[in-house]
């Protein structure tokens, strides 16, 4: 993250955030290294498209807004999350062309086609099929008609799956961040993903933040599959580029995330 131009200039700020401390500060070198290599290729992507406007929607913790929002005339973020919100508009606060909101908060006409850069990172393996078409169709609302959709997901099928199985159990041994958490697969599904094709599924265990009430009802990443997604994404944009990260070259066969790279269809 070092090698990022505005990592240092906020960097007190960024390593305050939940997700920066389990991700990219994690003491597993390896995972950081992924995650680290997630947000270089992000960064990348969004500076070939600086200026503007840049909506980041489902920020987290704030760290990529953070590092891309000098690239930018205004920047925003928007988070279904509003602890998320009010964390990181305190947070950021001195910031001054960047902005928090709630997703209801940017369901308005001033919003609508605002927006050069939209970034989507590591949203839509959660969401169950009806939110993730609301944020798909949130994502081609926003987003100016010449503008640039980013979408972020993991990979979590092929040999990726068996590494990163193996990796969450040795971090879950040493105690790291909430991996002891880690969800493990019925081997028959476990093989099915390994050599899961853009047509494989499997039943995908739904969770809640508040048991009692079944609040937010969301996916952890069991069973998601981003071949699926990809063919989900293009009823609404045209992919202009796949990347992967890290190892890009292994075409997603050694790489923990893929980068969807989209104009929108005007259909």
Same mark, same amino acid.
């Given at each position: 993250m070092k090698t990022l131009e505005h990592y240092e200039?906020?960097? %007190?700020? +960024?390593?305050?955030?939940?997700?920066?401390?389990?991700?990219?500060l994690c003491k597993s070198r390896f995972i950081s290294w992924s995650?680290?290599?997630?947000? %270089? +290729?992000?960064?990348?992507?969004?500076?070939?498209?600086?200026? &503007?406007?840049?909506?980041?929607y489902g920020f987290g913790d704030g760290t990529f807004l953070a590092l891309v929002c000098n690239l930018f005339e205004r920047a925003v973020g928007a988070d279904p999350e509003m602890?998320?919100?009010? =964390?990181?508009?305190?947070r950021f606060a001195k910031i001054p062309n960047l902005s928090f909101y709630s997703v209801d908060g940017i369901a308005g006409e %001033?919003?609508? &086609?605002?927006? =050069? !850069?939209?970034?989507?990172?590591?949203?839509?393996?959660?969401?169950?099929?009806? !939110?993730? =078409?609301k944020v798909l169709s949130d994502l081609k609302r926003l987003v100016n008609p010449n503008g640039t959709v980013l979408i972020s997901v993991p990979v979590?099928?092929?040999?990726?799956l068996v590494a990163k199985q193996l990796l969450r159990r040795a971090a879950a041994w040493r @105690?790291? &961040?909430?991996?002891?958490?880690?969800?493990?697969y019925p081997w028959r599904d476990f093989l099915k993903m390994v050599v899961a094709n853009d047509q494989t599924s499997i039943d995908r265990p739904?969770?809640?933040?508040? @048991?009692?009430?079944?609040s937010n009802p969301h996916y952890t990443h069991t069973g998601f599959n981003w071949r699926a997604l990809k063919l989900v994404v293009e009823r609404r944009f045209k992919i202009d580029q796949v990347q992967f990260s890290p190892a890009g070259w292994s075409r997603g066969y050694a790489s923990s995330q893929v980068w969807f790279v989209c104009k929108r269809l005007e259909t």
């Open positions: 200039q906020y960097r %007190e700020l +960024i390593e305050k955030g939940g997700y920066a401390r389990k991700q990219i995650h680290t290599s997630r947000f %270089e +290729i992000g960064y990348k992507l969004v500076k070939a498209r600086a200026g &503007g406007a840049f909506l980041d602890q998320q919100v009010a =964390d990181c508009a305190a %001033e919003h609508t &086609g605002r927006y =050069d !850069v939209v970034v989507c990172m590591e949203v839509l393996e959660h969401c169950l099929p009806d !939110v993730a =078409d979590e099928i092929g040999p990726t @105690n790291l &961040g909430d991996y002891k958490h880690f969800e493990r739904v969770h809640f933040q508040d @048991n009692s009430l079944r």
